[in-house]
């Protein structure tokens, strides 16, 4: 059957399974968007601002289990794309994005919106293709999701002249993708595993860390879960691998690292076993690297060798995919027969219950005084009881919800970690929002990052997404006022907002419902019409105490035992 490479692509993402794609069209993708009016195989959700596209397929991709998928014009279309490009690439989350680019043979000759992409997004993505010929664009397609979605995933782009799209050819769908150069392991070595079974029985001490690669492999939450009750060992969660295990879980310690809990920094400080579950070791978690875990041996499992030892020298490195390898684990430990070291054990819980009883996460709300955000925080959490799908900025608020927001489940918490960018949690919500409509949907900003992508509330209001916006308004770069304050003798350098939108107005002007509060009343009454409202987004203007700071901290180059509490 011949088709044009527009039709190709749409025939290509109709074959992927595909349901949702976000974009923005412009002149080098329109034969690609004319082709996308005239089909019904997927739904386009037209975003504001490229980032935002690659950011709500981040969203998408993380609740719904599926690859994200987004599609922008050339030159500044592909180029607003890089930032969302390198979130998704730094946090393993499946992410394809369609560019478009001048006509091959323009290329090079510095035509009307050109840009190299390819080499712009070569460090920024998983990989890259430049399709040359319509005859490979199915080939390229196929290769592009099995790439993004297997072994540690990222994100891909194919670049798409516009002649391309408008060449044809006969189609012919690859049925497999064969990559030599490309084969991810996924069983760990049966012999790694058994000397991991070992050890994990054997230790006096034992720490499970993991991190966000348990959100990828779907299904190994359930497997971590039952592997800490079959160890009796505690768990600690990265910022990305919040959820993996329920928050009321007796064995969870709470978010490890920069401003993790005292009792999971100083397990850690005092393991004499750490596995690591699909995390990389990086520099928020770890603190001074020389003073990481120094009496433990460490088993590290990943499915990305290149992460193995390259923070953190592995004693025991497994590489495959982390569902897989926590099953090989689970039946290892049946097959063996034995039982974990009791006695050791007991006199190790006494020791982290002792650390628990330091209450790190706490503080104190008056009734008269200013909100403290972390109690807008634990009042949604109240509300929603714990269910809600939560996306966040980068910032103080988002420490704040990793630790003042339980999560009992996987795939609920969305935030930017590698990356730590700015404008990412209400294009994120947007996408969550496609991929569980009828969940609800929560996204902590601050008032500065809301500004970066504010525009995508007029995406959430065309799509009628009934998303909550709580703002936690303090009229600060947060952290970087924290920052100034705790390293630069409180020279607050460009770090405070001496002009500020009205956010209850401007959120009506978008279409939505805008509310303010100022006192703990207020926020009840905001919070309580937020999510009885079922016709549009709701945005809650939060006034909360200007100069919190988050707490604990781990200071930069310090180790985790040398934690800041107040």
């Known amino acids: 059957m011949k088709m044009t490479g527009a039709e190709i692509f749409v025939e290509c993402l109709k074959r992927e399974g595909v349901e949702v794609i976000f974009g923005y069209p412009g002149g080098a993708v329109l034969p690609i968007y004319d082709a996308i009016f005239q089909q019904s195989h997927f739904k386009h959700i037209?975003?504001?601002?490229?980032?935002?596209?690659?950011?709500?397929?981040?969203?998408?991709?993380?609740?719904?289990?599926k690859c994200g998928v987004s599609l922008v014009t050339s030159g500044p279309g592909a180029t607003n794309a890089v930032t969302g490009l390198a979130d998704s690439n730094s946090d393993s989350i499946p992410n394809v994005c369609f560019t478009g680019q001048v006509p091959?043979?323009?290329?090079?000759?510095?035509?009307?919106?050109?840009?190299?992409?390819?080499?712009?997004?070569?460090?920024?993505?998983?990989h890259n293709f430049l399709v040359k010929d319509v005859k490979d664009l199915a080939k390229i397609i196929r290769?592009?999701?099995?790439?993004?979605?297997s072994g540690r995933p990222g994100s891909v782009v194919v670049d798409i002249p516009k002649d391309v799209g408008l060449a044809s050819c006969e189609f012919v769908w690859p049925e497999s993708v064969a990559m030599r150069s490309y084969q991810p392991v996924v069983e760990g070595h049966p012999g790694q595993v058994k000397k991991a079974v070992k050890a994990m029985l054997k230790a006096k001490r034992p720490v499970l860390y993991s991190g966000g690669g348990v959100m990828n492999a779907r299904g190994s939450a359930e497997l971590l879960l039952k592997l800490c009750h079959q160890l009796n060992a505690p768990v600690t969660n990265t910022l990305m691998g919040l959820g993996g295990i329920p928050y009321d879980d007796s064995h969870f310690l709470g978010m490890l690292g920069m401003h993790g809990t005292y009792e999971a920094n100083m397990a850690v400080s005092h393991c004499d076993l750490l596995v690591s579950v699909g995390a990389r070791?990086?520099?928020?978690?770890?603190?001074r690297l020389d003073a990481f875990a120094p009496d433990a041996k460490i088993i590290h499992i990943d499915v990305d060798p290149t992460s193995v030892s390259k923070n953190v020298h592995a004693?025991?490195?497994?590489?495959?995919?982390?569902?897989?390898?926590?099953?090989q684990i689970l039946d290892e430990i049946s097959h063996q027969g034995k039982t974990h070291n009791i006695e050791a054990l007991k006199l190790w819980w006494q020791q982290i219950v002792?650390?628990?009883?330091?209450?790190?996460?706490?503080?104190?709300?008056?009734?008269?005084?200013?909100?403290?955000?972390?109690?807008?925080?634990?009042?949604?959490?109240?509300?929603?009881?714990?269910?809600?799908?939560?996306?966040?900025?980068?910032?103080?608020?988002?420490?704040?919800?990793?630790?003042?927001?339980?999560?009992?489940?996987?795939?609920?918490?969305?935030?930017?970690?590698?990356?730590?960018?700015m404008g990412y949690g209400l294009p994120a919500a947007v996408g969550a929002a496609m991929a569980a409509p009828d969940e609800p949907i929560v996204c902590f900003t601050g008032d500065a990052s809301i500004q970066?992508?504010?525009?995508?509330?007029?995406?959430?209001?065309?799509?009628?997404?009934?998303?909550?916006?709580?703002?936690?308004?303090?009229?600060?770069m947060g952290m970087v006022r924290q920052w100034q304050e705790m390293f630069h003798e409180s020279r607050f350098s460009h770090s405070y907002f001496d002009s500020l939108p009205d956010f209850a107005m401007l959120a009506e002007a978008y279409g939505g419902v805008g509310l303010r509060a100022d006192t703990l009343d207020e926020l009840d009454a905001a919070l309580a019409t937020a999510f009885s409202t079922q016709e549009s987004f709701v945005f809650i203007d939060v006034a909360v105490a200007k100069e919190e700071n988050v707490f604990p901290m781990v200071p930069a180059g310090a180790a985790l035992n040398e934690m800041v509490l107040s």
Not at 281 to 287: Q, S
Request: some cysteine.
């Open 46 to 65: 037209l975003v504001r601002h490229e980032q935002a596209a690659l950011h709500a397929a981040n969203g998408y991709a993380r609740v719904s289990g």
């Open 104 to 126: 091959s043979y323009l290329i090079g000759t510095d035509a009307f919106q050109e840009a190299d992409i390819i080499g712009i997004t070569r460090s920024a993505t998983k």
């Open 143 to 149: 290769q592009a999701f099995h790439i993004a979605t």
């Open 281 to 287: 070791f990086d520099d928020r978690v770890t603190g």
């Open 315 to 327: 004693d025991l490195p497994i590489v495959g995919d982390v569902a897989v390898v926590l099953q």
């Open 354 to 421: 002792e650390w628990r009883e330091v209450n790190s996460l706490g503080f104190e709300q008056s009734n008269e005084g200013p909100i403290k955000p972390q109690t807008v925080i634990r009042k949604v959490h109240e509300i929603t009881k714990g269910d809600a799908i939560v996306t966040t900025d980068v910032g103080q608020h988002q420490m704040w919800a990793a630790q003042h927001y339980g999560f009992k489940k996987p795939h609920r918490w969305l935030t930017s970690g590698g990356l730590g960018t």
């Open 452 to 476: 970066m992508c504010i525009q995508e509330l007029a995406t959430a209001y065309q799509y009628r997404q009934k998303i909550v916006v709580v703002l936690l308004n303090n009229a600060y």
